[in-house]
């Protein structure tokens, strides 16, 4: 499958093309890609969850959506895959509830490596935030 990042519909084909991102339930809420910025959704629980019946998402999750947001947000601004180079995350709180939300902001696109910050949101709280640094260069 041809990767493709011009609009909600095609990021939301292109992040279903990989099968973790479909058995965690990852959706595209919204981007802007003149702003570079995009809003995934995912479940806190069923597969994402740390145990059955824990009631909060596991960290190895929360790691997956900080990293597949980053990409996506990176690959709209750039309109082409780019592959994750290092990753930062710190966790700040468990993520409860049934739904968490990562925004990614992409800060710098260079010739070699381009910067983006997540924030990840659950029950409107901030509970974990992530630096990226993505392979920009050709």
Known sequence: MEAK???L???QATL???PL???LGFRVESFDAALGLLVIAAPC??????FDG???????????LIDSCATFACSSVLGRPVPTMNMLVDYLRPAA??????TARVRRTGKT????DVDVLSGGKLVATGRCVLASGG
């Open 5 to 7: 990042f011009g609009s």
């Open 9 to 11: 519909a095609e990021l």
């Open 16 to 18: 279903d093309a990989t």
């Open 21 to 23: 991102h479909r058995w």
């Open 45 to 50: 629980g069923i597969n994402a969850a740390r």
């Open 54 to 64: 824990a009631g909060q998402a596991h960290g190895g999750a929360i790691a997956t």
């Open 97 to 102: 509830g049934d739904v968490m939300t990562a």
């Open 113 to 116: 490596a381009s910067l983006i």
